[in-house]
């Protein structure tokens, strides 16, 4: 082996293992994220496989328009794509563009039978809540058409771990491209409603809690947190992903 290659071969090495040259476990992840590094790609870009966390300026900033032309384009399908999946593998009900780190004015939303089986009869009939396909949105509007106010207790990916309650309008239309590039509307009640009106503030830079009842914001997990006696991990990822 030439001296040059012994030497890119020791800082590979180090790259890895750091100064422990003993650890023996090597991770495909850690492999590929060495190799990306070297190659001059940075493996953590978006359109993220996570959902961004609250702080994230990309969360706060006023998403951009997406231009019409681009939306049959196939890096364009891909990043619907993506959103889909990224939404469907956090049993999430809506997810914008700006919390994979995408700061273009995209939300999708849906709600399925197997997703209402998280609530009791009572609950579901209160708030509205019936199932709905798959809505992808592309430079979305929204209108209120009924402005009843509900007030519910509501949570976002982006601020895993809690909910709180949120006065929301009944009834809202929400105009825009739909995943094809052609222009829909959708007539939002109730439940629907209060996710479309979530999902657009994500839009504009905004987050719930702007809009919540502070004396009902709440860690999800409180009960069981004593329950463990504190032994609790709130994870910011699904194994899979
Ligand atoms: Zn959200």
Known sequence: MAPAACAHRLIFRRMIFGNNEVRRSLSFRKVRQV????????????????ICQAGDPV????ASPVDPEITTEKVFQKLL?????VMRHYNAVGLAAPQVGVSLQIFMAELTEKQLKYYDSDTIRVREMKPFPLQVFINP????????????PEGCESIRGFDAEVSRSRAVTVSGLDA???PVTWEA????????QHEM????????VEK?????????????????????ELRYYNRKV
């Open 35 to 50: 190799y990306q590094t070297l190659l001059g790609r940075d493996t953590v870009q978006p359109p993220y496989h996570h």
């Open 59 to 62: 969360l706060r900033a006023c």
């Open 81 to 85: 794509d993506h959103m889909k999946a």
């Open 141 to 152: 509007t929204l209108k209120v058409r009924d402005y009843s106010v509900l007030k519910f």
């Open 180 to 182: 094809n590039g052609k």
């Open 189 to 196: 009640v109730g439940w629907a409603a209060r996710i479309a």
């Open 201 to 208: 503030d994500h839009l504009r830079g905004a987050l719930y």
């Open 212 to 232: 919540m009842d502070p004396s009902t914001f709440t860690c999800t997990a409180w009960q069981k947190i004593n329950e463990n006696h504190g032994r609790m």
